[in-house]
């Protein structure tokens, strides 16, 4: 069972990247998903999560400019950034809570990140 992001690269300000976080393996369910970022020398900081309904929540720095969204049949959730600003630099993390079986058919709950993917925005 792994979670695997994907997408990062560099652009120019102003422009777009579209990241995806897909959950792989025994999955059963994947509850809340969300995406984090951490920039050299700072803090991990929330960018926006999601629900398995649907919610949405999002960091004051990125309203208006990102949108979270998610395949449920494909157990797999976008962060879709427009208006990219060089501050958006950061090293880019996904999270989900998932629910899979393991190798003896026991159900186990496990709060999952991905590897990361790196966002680079230049000026």
């Known amino acids: 069972v792994q979670l695997q992001a994907s997408g990062g690269g560099l652009v120019q300000t102003r422009g777009s990247l579209r990241l995806s976080c897909a959950a792989s393996?025994?999955?059963?369910?994947?509850?809340?998903m969300g995406w984090y970022r951490q920039a050299p020398g700072k803090e991990r900081e929330l960018v926006a999560t999601?629900?398995?309904?649907?919610?949405?929540n999002y960091a004051d720095s990125v309203k208006g400019r990102f949108t979270i969204s998610r395949d449920n049949a494909k157990n797999t959730m976008y962060l879709q950034m427009n208006s990219l600003k060089p501050e958006d630099t950061a090293v880019y993390l996904c999270?989900?809570?998932?629910?899979?079986?393991?190798?003896?058919?026991?159900?186990?709950?496990?709060?999952?990140w991905g590897q990361g993917t790196q966002v680079t925005v230049s000026s």
């Open positions: 393996g025994s999955i059963v369910r994947v509850d809340d």
């Open positions: 999270n989900a809570d998932l629910l899979y079986t393991d190798y003896e058919g026991q159900f186990v709950a496990w709060k999952a």
């Open positions: 999601i629900t398995s309904g649907g919610s949405t």
